[in-house]
């Protein structure tokens, strides 16, 4: 049986990449816009590689050579973007009833925090590359960005989350422009960028206005399993704060 994590994995994976007609085979559609797995490439290739591990899917026979990196006769390697799977799962309804529309009730609060926690770390950290594109600024994200993302987070919502990063890639881009400084020197700013408006917010105790969502950054397939059916919070999820009062 799997463990929730792992049906929230392969619910996501199955509505990502299945094939309409060979249900068993996954393509690889995971960062296309309208079917993108989650909302960072890393999280989505940390998904389907914690499910390669667990040898809950398998490499399709059609795959070309190009998507392996082979040493020895061996595949070391592969290019998670390009390469097809199959499910390993032979059973029909195990298939349907359990793994593409699961029963999330096992999920306990702790769980869903969590889960809700690393969403929403990584809808702000695409929405920060999102911005640091719109400024041709390039992407630096280390541990420091993430580390000050996540205290925003325990703050406030991932809306309000929003209104702090759009500020502070805007100083950047200005800082880059007006002080004739190097783009990574521009975007090393962010951080502590962040944390001011992040403090002020909190001394002052003033309303955070939030902002909607992107438009242009459409609600990953693992985002809307885990706001809609683990969380059951709907959009809300995106607007009010992380918070265990807040579940149902």
């Not at 059973?91 to 009730?105: A, G, H, K």
């Not at 702000?124 to 400024?135: D, F, I, K, R, S």
């Amino acid at each position: 049986m799997a463990s929730p994590k792992t049906k929230l994995a392969i619910a996501a994976i199955l509505r990502s990449g299945q094939d309409e007609h060979d249900i068993t085979l996954i393509r690889p559609n995971f960062l296309h816009i309208k079917t993108k797995l989650s909302p960072t490439s890393s999280m989505s290739k940390e998904l389907i590689s914690y499910l390669y591990d667990k040898q809950w899917i398998y490499f399709d026979d059609e795959n070309k050579e190009s998507c392996f990196g082979i040493e020895r006769d061996k595949i070391i390697s592969f290019r998670t973007f390009e390469t097809q799977f199959r499910l390993n799962v032979t059973d029909e309804f195990t298939l349907f009833s359990e793994l593409n529309s699961p029963d999330f009730s096992d999920f306990d609060f702790s769980d869903m925090l969590m889960l809700w926690k690393n969403i929403a770390t990584e809808e702000c950290l695409e929405y920060l590359e999102y911005n640091l594109a719109e400024y041709n600024l390039i992407e630096n994200t280390g541990p420091k960005t993430i580390t000050v993302i996540q205290e925003g987070l325990n703050h406030f919502s991932i809306s309000q989350t929003f209104m702090f990063i759009w500020g502070a890639v805007k100083d950047a881009a200005a800082y880059y422009q007006k002080d004739r400084v190097t783009k990574k020197h521009a975007v090393n700013s962010i951080p502590g960028s962040i944390q001011k408006r992040l403090d002020k917010a909190l001394v002052e105790g003033k309303e955070v206005k939030g902002f909607r969502r992107n438009y242009n950054l459409p609600q990953s397939i693992y985002a809307d399993l885990i706001f809609n059916k683990v969380l059951k919070l709907g959009d809300r999820a995106f607007d009010i704060k992380i918070d265990v009062e807040s579940l149902p």
